[in-house]
């Protein structure tokens, strides 16, 4: 039996049994998980219990609120979500009995991060159109601004910044639902950030086709898109405010910094032929790799982790990021416009050297002077993306991009075994494996 999940891909309905058995084994007594029933053959929490959740992760209440006052609802539901001291400790019983167990593949402990992190992210979309929506008196303002968030996207963002806030929270010893509620704002403003980001690409590109859809600039005029852009930008940045921590707004700036400074040296990159890749993993570290890493250090931050935590996390987001960006640029050579939801070979076509190309000029020196006039003479794609396929480019790009996956899952082992933990390791499996 198949189901879908938050990010809406399919998956198969063993696979989710696994997850939760494995969950229900490291979790123990947590409340809201029960021996799985004959009819289902999974964990569930009660109805009420689900209502109770869906009360305090969603945002049906007034934002000007305090986070203490938001807690206090008709249903407790942070009674109803805390763990009780003997839960905690057998669950740190069932940890510490894994861990001494030899290491083996992350495959074979079957962790979906989407489906552990079902009640985090289950509404996560329609949150972020409450919170569009209730911030203008102006439909198609809201319309616009509110088009990628449809459900249709990865949500790598969001799922990861979720992952590491639990996985830190467990490695802190502090699981409190206020602390989750606030992490939950900067997932928010991750998956915020980034969709205003490609709103304003579509403009800058001129892109006509994006997720399998017309892109916002294929359907409104350019001036309405961008400004659309920055409503979104301004409704996450109100949202975070609120979050009164000058440490987190401090972080979470330094995403827009990097991603105006990306686009710009993007919009520029005529460099020598020594200075390219420097330049272009640069540019990638703002424009893509800069959004997770400063999302999941502001997880830690706000749960007034020490630097050396924070640190962690704002490094497995970063390599994270990269090797993202690096099989994107490698799957603009090789998928489908249908798998893509993109067209293929877009970035040569906008004039873009990435990773593949790069790696190729090596082999054949033929492609640096189409690099510095940016493919525009006739034929120069067609020739590049030859060349590219004929060269080890695209092996050198998966090589680089596993690496950065490894270092990542070497981060991901300095916190406390937890699924969340083993979760952030499979999502590096997930990374350097996507096909779309």
């Known amino acids: 039996m198949a189901c879908l999940s938050t990010s809406g891909r399919v998956v198969c309905g063993s696979r989710r049994q696994q997850t939760h058995k494995l969950l229900y084994q490291l979790l123990g007594s947590r409340p809201g998980y029960t021996a799985p029933s004959a009819a289902t053959g999974l964990f569930s929490p009660p109805k009420v219990q689900q209502q109770a959740m869906r009360l305090c992760h969603g945002l049906s209440f007034s934002m000007g609120k305090d986070y203490p006052d938001l807690l206090q609802s008709p249903h407790k539901c942070s009674q109803s979500l805390q763990y009780s001291q003997s839960s905690k400790a ?3 019983q069932h940890s510490s009995v894994h861990t001494q167990q030899p290491a083996g593949p992350v495959r074979e402990f079957q962790i979906d991060p989407y489906i552990i992190l079902d009640d985090d992210l289950k509404y996560f979309y329609d949150d972020v159109r409450y919170l569009l929506k209730s911030g203008t008196s102006q439909p198609e303002l809201d319309t616009i601004a509110s088009y990628y968030f449809d459900g249709q996207g990865k949500a790598l963002r969001p799922m990861v910044t979720m992952l590491m806030a639990k996985a830190i929270n467990y490695h802190l010893n502090n699981e409190s639902h206020q602390l989750v509620h606030k992490q939950r704002q900067i997932a928010l403003f991750s998956e915020m950030v980034h969709s205003a980001s490609l709103v304003h690409d579509d403009v800058i590109d001129q892109s006509d086709f994006r997720r399998g859809k017309p892109s916002v600039n294929a359907l409104w005029n350019h001036k309405k898109v961008t400004m659309a852009g920055d409503y979104i930008l301004s409704i996450a940045s109100i949202m975070i405010a609120r979050l009164r921590s000058d440490d987190v707004t401090i972080v979470l700036s330094q995403i827009l910094t ?16 020594n200075e390219r890749f420097a330049h272009y993993l640069t540019k990638t570290y703002r424009k893509t790799a800069s959004l997770i890493a400063n999302a999941l250090k502001a997880t830690a931050v706000i749960a007034q982790a020490d630097d050396n935590v924070a640190e962690v996390a704002f490094q497995y987001g970063r390599n994270i990021g990269l090797a993202f960006q690096l099989v994107d640029d490698m799957l603009d050579f090789v998928s489908s416009t249908e798998q893509m939801g993109k067209p293929t070979a877009a970035d040569l076509k906008l004039g873009l050297a990435t990773a593949p190309v790069l790696f190729a000029c090596e082999k054949y020196p033929e492609l640096n002077p189409m690099v510095m006039r940016r493919f525009s003479e006739p034929g120069d794609v067609e020739r590049a993306f030859e ?9 050198q790009t998966r ?33 350097i494996n996507r096909m779309k």
């Open 387 to 395: 060349l590219v396929h004929k060269s080890h480019g695209l092996e």
């Open 90 to 92: 057998n669950l740190r």
């Open 399 to 431: 090589f680089l991009a596993k690496k950065h996956c490894n270092e990542a899952i070497r981060l991901a082992q300095e916190l406390t075994e937890s699924p969340y933990q083993k979760g952030l390791q499979v999502v590096a499996d997930l990374v």
């Open 258 to 273: 990097d991603l105006v400074q990306g686009e710009f040296m993007q919009l520029g990159s005529r460099e020598t032929e």
